[in-house]
């Protein structure tokens, strides 16, 4: 049987890469201006950056345990056997909601093989590591040689980001009044990365083009074998400056591919619009 592979919406990959790799992907739910919809089917992230520069604060929340529930049971009654890769425990609470859920549908189906694993990766990040597992999944791996790569891929994935706007971490709680606010004032450009999981920040640097110029130099401290890796960048409604920094990765490195996608709705309603992230694997 051919292992399923299960992400949620936090992962930022597109319909296609859905469509093609197989993967079955469960939406977090966004909320803006009283409205609720599901992040990547009734909500584009075009629409929540537009909101925001508009002056919106778009809410979020996890996947519901009972939506884990019924796509669970649904398996369980197949005989499929599911590995859930899911966003960063340390960000949203949708990795305990099926965590929960595991046991419950585990108890009315006792032979049923599934696998929760917590990525503690966001945006394309954590669709990398998706990417790789849904594409063993494909090639006939067992759950175990998926389970394998997965846990060392996330071990390894580094996300190093920057925000247009310090007020939208503000907002999230990301970041205090005063950081945002001087921040602001004196166009620091704050460079994050993830540690265990969690947002941490990592440097201050004054103006876009340095900050993006540091980014690529973290990448070489920091990047494993990067010519054969599949590097991604996500943006906040940036598609230009994500293509300029592609441009820039490919004038130092021979890199097989680099994947480009938009920060969902989700993780963008946190970051807001402008936000830059990169992401490679470490030594």
Not at 99 to 105: A, D, G, P, R, S
Not at 241 to 246: G, L, P, Q, S
Request: hydrophobic content about 40%; proline content about 3%.
């Amino acid at each position: 049987m051919t292992v399923k592979i299960i992400a949620d919406s936090a992962c930022d990959l597109s319909t296609e890469d859905y469509q093609t790799y197989g993967i079955e992907m469960v939406p977090l739910t966004v909320q803006l201006n009283q409205e609720e919809y599901q992040d990547g089917i009734t909500i584009s992230p075009k629409k929540i950056y537009d909101a925001m520069r508009d002056g919106a604060s778009p809410k979020t929340a996890q996947v519901s345990p009972q939506a884990f529930k019924d796509i669970f049971e649904k398996h369980a009654a197949a005989g499929n056997p599911v590995i859930y890769l899911a966003f960063s425990s340390a960000l949203s609470g949708t990795y305990q909601g099926a965590k929960l859920m595991e046991q419950e549908v585990k108890e009315d189906y006792p032979d049923f093989e599934l696998h929760v694993l917590d990525t503690k990766c966001a945006s394309l990040g954590y669709g990398l590591v998706v990417l790789h597992a849904a594409e063993l999944a494909q090639s006939g791996a067992s759950a175990e040689e998926i389970l394998q790569a997965a846990q060392h891929d996330y071990k390894h994935m580094e996300h190093i980001f920057t925000v247009d706007d310090l007020e939208y971490l503000y907002r999230g709680g990301r970041v205090s009044k005063t950081a945002a606010f001087v921040g602001t004032l004196l166009k620091v450009k704050p460079l994050l990365h993830m540690e265990d999981g969690k947002l941490i920040p990592l440097e201050k640097i004054r103006g876009s083009k340095k900050v993006f110029k540091r980014m690529i130099e973290i990448m070489e401290e920091r990047g494993a074998n990067l010519e054969n890796q599949r590097i991604a960048i996500s943006h906040g409604d940036a598609l230009e400056t994500a293509e300029h920094i592609a441009q820039m990765i490919r004038e130092k490195w021979d890199v097989k591919e680099i994947k480009i996608g938009m920060v969902g709705a989700v993780i963008g309603a946190h970051a807001g619009p402008g936000t830059i992230a990169l992401f490679f694997l470490n030594d």
